[in-house]
Protein backbone atom coordinates (compact mmCIF):
# COMPACT_ATOMS: atom_id res chain seq x y z
CA UNK A 1 0.00 0.00 0.00
CA UNK A 2 0.59 3.81 -0.16
CA UNK A 3 3.27 4.92 2.37
CA UNK A 4 4.20 8.61 2.44
CA UNK A 5 7.52 10.28 4.56
CA UNK A 6 7.59 13.82 5.64
CA UNK A 7 10.20 15.82 6.52
CA UNK A 8 11.09 17.66 8.65
CA UNK A 9 9.82 16.82 12.14
CA UNK A 10 10.07 20.07 13.41
CA UNK A 11 11.09 23.51 11.89
CA UNK A 12 12.03 26.42 13.67
CA UNK A 13 11.92 29.73 11.52
CA UNK A 14 12.13 33.60 11.83
CA UNK A 15 8.93 35.78 11.39
CA UNK A 16 8.87 36.40 8.17
CA UNK A 17 11.33 33.63 6.67
CA UNK A 18 10.28 30.90 4.41
CA UNK A 19 9.57 27.13 5.60
CA UNK A 20 9.46 24.64 3.04
CA UNK A 21 8.08 20.85 3.54
CA UNK A 22 8.67 18.37 1.90
CA UNK A 23 6.96 14.78 1.54
CA UNK A 24 7.91 11.29 -0.64
CA UNK A 25 5.16 9.02 -1.73
CA UNK A 26 4.96 5.54 -3.24
CA UNK A 27 2.41 4.41 -5.13
CA UNK A 28 2.80 6.18 -8.60
CA UNK A 29 -0.80 5.78 -9.24
CA UNK A 30 -1.44 7.90 -5.80
CA UNK A 31 -3.16 11.24 -8.13
CA UNK A 32 -4.42 13.23 -4.83
CA UNK A 33 -2.35 15.33 -2.58
CA UNK A 34 -3.56 17.57 0.27
CA UNK A 35 -1.77 19.27 2.86
CA UNK A 36 -3.45 19.98 6.80
CA UNK A 37 -2.93 22.14 9.42
CA UNK A 38 -3.76 21.38 12.97
CA UNK A 39 -3.35 23.33 15.99
CA UNK A 40 -3.34 22.34 18.96
CA UNK A 41 -6.76 20.69 20.49
CA UNK A 42 -8.40 21.08 16.69
CA UNK A 43 -8.73 19.21 13.58
CA UNK A 44 -7.02 19.06 10.66
CA UNK A 45 -8.11 22.25 8.43
CA UNK A 46 -7.63 21.92 4.56
CA UNK A 47 -5.05 24.53 3.49
CA UNK A 48 -3.93 23.73 -0.11
CA UNK A 49 -4.37 20.54 -2.45
CA UNK A 50 -2.85 19.61 -5.42
CA UNK A 51 -4.32 16.76 -8.22
CA UNK A 52 -1.31 15.18 -10.21
CA UNK A 53 -2.41 16.61 -13.58
CA UNK A 54 -0.78 19.60 -11.75
CA UNK A 55 2.48 20.61 -11.38
CA UNK A 56 2.24 23.51 -9.19
CA UNK A 57 -0.87 25.33 -7.16
CA UNK A 58 -0.45 29.11 -5.39
CA UNK A 59 -2.92 30.49 -2.59
CA UNK A 60 -1.49 33.82 -1.46
CA UNK A 61 1.14 32.84 0.83
CA UNK A 62 1.06 29.36 0.46
CA UNK A 63 2.65 27.01 -2.53
CA UNK A 64 2.61 23.59 -3.13
CA UNK A 65 4.69 21.71 -5.91
CA UNK A 66 4.82 17.93 -7.62
CA UNK A 67 7.21 15.87 -8.75
CA UNK A 68 5.19 13.05 -9.98
CA UNK A 69 8.83 11.42 -11.28
CA UNK A 70 10.67 11.56 -8.03
CA UNK A 71 7.24 10.81 -6.59
CA UNK A 72 7.45 13.76 -3.89
CA UNK A 73 5.92 16.94 -3.13
CA UNK A 74 6.29 20.20 -1.19
CA UNK A 75 4.68 22.73 0.60
CA UNK A 76 6.50 26.29 0.77
CA UNK A 77 5.07 29.15 3.17
CA UNK A 78 6.65 32.78 2.57
CA UNK A 79 6.64 35.34 4.80
CA UNK A 80 5.50 33.51 7.69
CA UNK A 81 4.05 34.41 10.67
CA UNK A 82 3.28 33.26 14.46
CA UNK A 83 -0.23 32.57 13.79
CA UNK A 84 1.61 29.46 11.12
CA UNK A 85 2.96 27.76 14.26
CA UNK A 86 0.83 24.30 13.88
CA UNK A 87 1.54 20.73 12.85
CA UNK A 88 1.53 20.49 9.48
CA UNK A 89 -0.15 17.04 7.82
CA UNK A 90 1.20 15.81 3.92
CA UNK A 91 -0.99 13.21 2.64
CA UNK A 92 -1.74 11.29 -0.96
CA UNK A 93 -4.78 9.49 -1.80
CA UNK A 94 -4.24 5.48 -2.47
CA UNK A 95 -4.49 5.08 -5.90
CA UNK A 96 -7.60 3.09 -6.28
CA UNK A 97 -9.23 4.33 -3.21
CA UNK A 98 -10.67 7.53 -1.47
CA UNK A 99 -8.38 6.77 1.53
CA UNK A 100 -6.17 9.65 2.93
CA UNK A 101 -2.75 7.84 3.94
CA UNK A 102 -1.01 11.00 5.94
CA UNK A 103 2.65 11.63 6.61
CA UNK A 104 3.77 11.80 10.40
CA UNK A 105 3.66 15.49 10.44
CA UNK A 106 6.08 18.59 11.06
CA UNK A 107 5.72 21.34 13.75
CA UNK A 108 5.90 24.56 12.56
CA UNK A 109 6.96 27.28 15.01
CA UNK A 110 7.39 30.55 13.96
CA UNK A 111 9.10 33.07 16.15
CA UNK A 112 8.34 36.75 16.65
CA UNK B 1 -23.02 26.88 7.26
CA UNK B 2 -21.90 24.05 10.24
CA UNK B 3 -18.72 22.65 9.24
CA UNK B 4 -18.31 18.43 10.86
CA UNK B 5 -19.40 17.98 13.99
CA UNK B 6 -18.63 15.41 16.11
CA UNK B 7 -19.71 14.34 19.87
CA UNK B 8 -18.75 14.03 22.28
CA UNK B 9 -15.76 16.41 22.27
CA UNK B 10 -14.07 14.01 25.48
CA UNK B 11 -14.68 10.63 26.96
CA UNK B 12 -13.07 8.42 29.48
CA UNK B 13 -13.72 4.98 29.43
CA UNK B 14 -12.20 1.88 31.16
CA UNK B 15 -10.57 -1.32 29.20
CA UNK B 16 -13.15 -3.89 27.93
CA UNK B 17 -15.98 -1.01 27.92
CA UNK B 18 -17.77 -0.35 24.65
CA UNK B 19 -17.98 3.20 23.53
CA UNK B 20 -20.14 5.05 20.34
CA UNK B 21 -18.31 8.30 18.79
CA UNK B 22 -21.15 10.39 16.46
CA UNK B 23 -20.27 12.33 13.30
CA UNK B 24 -22.57 15.10 11.56
CA UNK B 25 -20.87 15.75 8.15
CA UNK B 26 -21.13 19.13 6.56
CA UNK B 27 -23.90 20.06 4.70
CA UNK B 28 -23.78 18.76 0.69
CA UNK B 29 -21.52 16.50 1.94
CA UNK B 30 -22.51 12.01 1.49
CA UNK B 31 -19.29 10.37 2.33
CA UNK B 32 -17.93 10.06 5.86
CA UNK B 33 -14.48 8.41 7.31
CA UNK B 34 -13.38 7.73 10.10
CA UNK B 35 -9.77 8.24 11.30
CA UNK B 36 -7.68 6.89 14.52
CA UNK B 37 -4.81 9.86 15.47
CA UNK B 38 -2.35 8.87 18.06
CA UNK B 39 -0.44 11.38 19.81
CA UNK B 40 2.40 12.77 18.11
CA UNK B 41 0.79 10.69 15.09
CA UNK B 42 -0.75 11.61 11.38
CA UNK B 43 -4.19 10.10 11.92
CA UNK B 44 -4.70 6.38 10.37
CA UNK B 45 -7.47 5.58 8.16
CA UNK B 46 -10.10 3.49 9.99
CA UNK B 47 -12.87 3.46 6.95
CA UNK B 48 -15.39 4.86 4.65
CA UNK B 49 -19.06 4.76 4.39
CA UNK B 50 -21.02 5.57 1.67
CA UNK B 51 -24.76 5.15 0.69
CA UNK B 52 -24.86 3.51 4.28
CA UNK B 53 -22.50 0.95 3.86
CA UNK B 54 -18.68 0.37 4.72
CA UNK B 55 -16.66 0.98 1.08
CA UNK B 56 -13.25 0.67 2.17
CA UNK B 57 -11.18 -0.16 5.75
CA UNK B 58 -7.97 0.21 7.08
CA UNK B 59 -5.61 -2.11 8.96
CA UNK B 60 -8.29 -2.40 12.19
CA UNK B 61 -9.55 -5.46 13.89
CA UNK B 62 -13.24 -6.19 14.13
CA UNK B 63 -13.78 -4.38 17.14
CA UNK B 64 -14.28 -1.30 15.26
CA UNK B 65 -17.31 -1.07 13.52
CA UNK B 66 -19.64 1.72 12.44
CA UNK B 67 -22.66 2.99 10.94
CA UNK B 68 -24.03 5.32 8.39
CA UNK B 69 -27.54 6.47 8.50
CA UNK B 70 -30.09 8.42 5.90
CA UNK B 71 -29.11 11.50 6.81
CA UNK B 72 -25.24 10.85 5.92
CA UNK B 73 -24.84 11.08 10.07
CA UNK B 74 -22.28 8.21 11.36
CA UNK B 75 -21.28 6.20 14.02
CA UNK B 76 -17.79 4.30 14.93
CA UNK B 77 -18.48 1.61 17.54
CA UNK B 78 -15.41 -0.01 19.42
CA UNK B 79 -16.12 -3.09 21.39
CA UNK B 80 -13.89 -4.08 24.30
CA UNK B 81 -11.24 -1.60 24.99
CA UNK B 82 -7.70 -1.62 24.74
CA UNK B 83 -5.28 0.83 26.41
CA UNK B 84 -4.20 1.44 23.06
CA UNK B 85 -7.51 2.63 22.06
CA UNK B 86 -6.30 5.95 23.45
CA UNK B 87 -6.12 8.70 20.44
CA UNK B 88 -8.16 11.31 18.42
CA UNK B 89 -10.80 10.02 16.54
CA UNK B 90 -11.53 12.53 13.42
CA UNK B 91 -14.68 12.17 11.12
CA UNK B 92 -13.84 13.60 7.68
CA UNK B 93 -17.01 14.27 5.21
CA UNK B 94 -16.80 14.24 1.50
CA UNK B 95 -18.77 14.29 -1.66
CA UNK B 96 -17.55 10.84 -2.64
CA UNK B 97 -14.21 11.06 -3.56
CA UNK B 98 -14.17 14.89 -3.57
CA UNK B 99 -11.80 16.87 -1.00
CA UNK B 100 -12.21 15.50 2.95
CA UNK B 101 -13.41 17.82 5.62
CA UNK B 102 -12.24 17.32 9.25
CA UNK B 103 -14.41 17.59 12.39
CA UNK B 104 -12.77 18.76 15.41
CA UNK B 105 -12.39 15.16 16.72
CA UNK B 106 -13.25 13.06 20.20
CA UNK B 107 -10.32 12.93 22.68
CA UNK B 108 -10.80 8.76 24.21
CA UNK B 109 -9.19 7.57 26.92
CA UNK B 110 -9.08 4.66 27.96
CA UNK B 111 -8.21 3.47 31.29
Known amino acids: GENVEQHPSTLSVQEGDSAVIKCTYS??????FPWYKQELGKGPQLIID?????GEKKDQRIAVTLNKTAKHFSLHITETQPEDSAVYFCAAVQGGSEKLVFGKGTKLTVNP | DAGVTQSPTHLIKTRGQQVTLRCSPKSGHDTVSWYQQALGQGPQFIFQ???????QRGNFPDRFSGHQFPNYSSELNVNALLLGDSALYLCASSRRTDTQYFGPGTRLTVL
Open chain 1, 27 to 32: DSASNY
Open chain 2, 49 to 55: YYEEEER
Open chain 1, 50 to 54: IRSNV
